[in-house]
């Protein structure tokens, strides 16, 4: 690795293609996630060179003479990585091979390795190593030259240091393995899921554009002390935490992985059991960083990424947060739902607190009960599991009227219904 001025930070020249039929705006903000994509895992970026063309050359990426000017510039700053801004196929891996010194890695590589870096439970580990060996299995072939200096650094961490190139048959196996452990822990989490369900707790799901804030909501809501970093990615593995609302009730705040625009489709495969908890949510907080000036496509990303996971039609609330950076008047895109907030500030937290609230007594059906005095368990069991409860003693009738909300997906529903005294009401019904 080259060192210049004493600097231990490997160094990199950026390369896009930016193509006429596409949006000018998403081809900036892929560029400038690359550039942040880069900063996250440590490398310094002297240079960026894009070209205009209509389509991406299928040998080389871009036009050879381009290519070749690029290998120039990389021995003039003597950079350790040519870092492409799209997924590279096995042939131009070779041929980009041939032409450069230094290490040639893309968009997907770079992702990859951050991931390896920051994935700290055995499914997000597990789910990493999957991805880096099904995007490697197909490109070995040309991977002499790349595999031979292996040692560390970028586009190298996790499998990179077995002998890839001389044993396919070594990683389908321990793809197939990786699957079968993948599959248990989904397996295991899903009993964990039901059993949540059976037991009727509110669960709320916080999905949002990477470095959004909601690893910081969180921690500021339930002291979760998840990893906060101004940096793509900080949050790899969902964090699930107790939130205790103003009322009493306990509900399930899940924190997930960021989204982010052209995410590799090795990683939206590996990363779809972990997001797939989004839909057993209740409620979605879609927490955006209003501050940003790409909002409305981050918005975009994540609202396709609801619909791919079949998650579109479950109650949502959009969390403009960082409203301590923004102007006052800035233009914030219209949603059926939205509150403004900054998480550093307490009373925000506290208007998301009631907004959640409303939301979770939303699911809850309001009834009047009469409960005899012998029945002790039963008004037991709706203290345990019921919201706003109230009772007087009716001594006519040696009963006590309970006023309670009840979830009537609760397995204790039907046991509570022979001391109805009233019909339930809908929770749009007054109380």
């Given at each position: 690795?080259?060192?210049?001025?004493?600097?231990?930070?490997?160094?990199?020249?950026?390369?896009?293609?930016?193509?006429?039929?596409?949006d000018d705006e998403r081809a900036r903000l892929s560029l400038a996630e690359l550039h942040e994509l880069a900063r996250t895992a440590g490398v310094?970026?002297?240079?960026?060179?894009?070209?205009?063309?209509?389509?991406?050359?299928?040998?080389?990426?871009?036009?050879?003479?381009?290519?070749?000017?690029?290998?120039?510039?990389?021995?003039?700053?003597?950079?350790?990585?040519?870092?492409?801004?799209?997924?590279?196929?096995?042939?131009?891996?070779?041929?980009?091979?041939?032409?450069?010194?230094?290490?040639?890695?893309?968009?997907?590589?770079?992702?990859?390795?951050?991931?390896?870096?920051?994935?700290?439970?055995?499914?997000?580990?597990?789910?990493?190593?999957?991805a880096q060996y099904s995007y490697l299995l197909p490109r070995l072939a040309g991977q002499g030259k790349q595999l031979s200096r292996l040692g560390?650094?970028?586009?190298?961490?996790?499998?990179?240091?077995?002998?890839?190139?001389?044993?396919?048959?070594?990683?389908?196996?321990?793809?197939?393995?990786?699957?079968?452990?993948?599959?248990?822990?989904?397996?295991?989490?899903?009993?964990?899921?039901?059993?949540?369900?059976?037991?009727?707790?509110?669960?709320?799901?916080?999905?949002?554009?990477?470095?959004?804030?909601?690893?910081?909501?969180?921690?500021?809501?339930?002291?979760?002390?998840?990893?906060?970093?101004?940096?793509?990615?900080?949050?790899?593995?969902?964090?699930?935490?107790?939130?205790?609302?103003?009322?009493?009730?306990?509900?399930?705040?899940?924190?997930?992985?960021?989204?982010?625009?052209?995410?590799?489709?090795?990683?939206?495969?590996?990363?779809?059991?972990?997001?797939?908890?989004?839909?057993?949510?209740?409620?979605?907080l879609h927490v955006v960083d209003s501050h940003h000036p790409d909002l409305e496509i981050h918005m975009e990303v994540v609202e396709r990424e609801?619909?791919?996971?079949?998650?579109?039609?479950?109650?949502?609330?959009?969390?403009?947060?960082?409203?301590?950076?923004?102007?006052?008047?800035?233009?914030?895109?219209?949603?059926?739902?939205?509150?403004?907030?900054?998480?550093?500030?307490?009373?925000?937290?506290?208007?998301?607190?009631?907004?959640?609230?409303?939301?979770?007594?939303?699911?809850?059906?309001?009834?009047?009960?009469?409960?005899?005095?012998?029945?002790?368990?039963?008004?037991?069991?709706?203290?345990?599991?019921?919201?706003?409860?109230?009772?007087?003693?009716?001594?006519?009738?040696?009963?006590?009227?309970?006023?309670?909300?009840?979830?009537?997906?609760?397995?204790?529903?039907?046991?509570?219904?022979?001391?109805?005294?009233?019909?339930?009401?809908?929770?749009?019904?007054?109380?």
């Open positions: 690795m080259h060192k210049e001025h004493g600097k231990e930070r490997e160094t990199a020249i950026l390369v896009a293609c930016f193509l006429e039929h596409r310094e970026v002297l240079d960026t060179i894009t070209q205009h063309r209509d389509r991406i050359d299928a040998a080389w990426y871009l036009g050879s003479g381009k290519i070749l000017e690029i290998a120039q510039r990389a021995q003039e700053l003597e950079v350790d990585l040519i870092i492409f801004n799209d997924e590279l196929s096995p042939s131009q891996v070779r041929n980009l091979d041939t032409v450069f010194d230094c290490k040639v890695i893309d968009r997907t590589q770079l992702i990859l390795d951050i991931f390896a870096g920051r994935a700290q439970s055995r499914e997000g580990k597990i789910q990493v190593e999957l560390g650094g970028i586009g190298t961490r996790g499998p990179g240091e077995t002998k890839l190139e001389s044993d396919r048959r070594h990683i389908r196996r321990r793809i197939s393995e990786l699957k079968a452990q993948l599959q248990e822990i989904v397996r295991t989490r899903q009993l964990h899921r039901e059993r949540r369900k059976k037991n009727s707790v509110y669960q709320v799901a916080l999905v949002g554009y990477t470095n959004a804030g909601k690893s910081t909501l969180l921690n500021r809501l339930t002291k979760a002390n998840t990893l906060e970093e101004d940096k793509l990615f900080a949050t790899l593995d969902p964090t699930t935490r107790q939130l205790s609302l103003p009322s009493g009730m306990d509900v399930l705040l899940t924190d997930t992985v960021g989204f982010i625009q052209d995410l590799p489709t090795a990683l939206v495969a590996a990363f779809r059991s972990t997001l797939e908890g989004v839909r057993e949510a209740d409620l979605i609801l619909r791919n996971l079949q998650a579109e039609e479950i109650p949502r609330v959009t969390v403009f947060n960082k409203a301590d950076l923004i102007h006052p008047g800035t233009y914030l895109p219209k949603t059926e739902e939205s509150i403004l907030i900054s998480a550093l500030r307490d009373e925000d937290l506290q208007l998301l607190v009631k907004r959640i609230e409303e939301h979770a007594y939303a699911a809850f059906r309001a009834m009047m009960l009469k409960v005899p005095v012998d029945r002790g368990d039963i008004l037991s069991l709706l203290y345990r599991e019921g919201v706003e409860m109230e009772q007087e003693y009716a001594e006519q009738e040696a009963a006590y009227l309970v006023k309670v909300r009840l979830n009537r997906d609760h397995p204790v529903y039907g046991r509570i219904l022979p001391f109805l005294a009233e019909a339930p009401q809908t929770s749009e019904e007054s109380w």
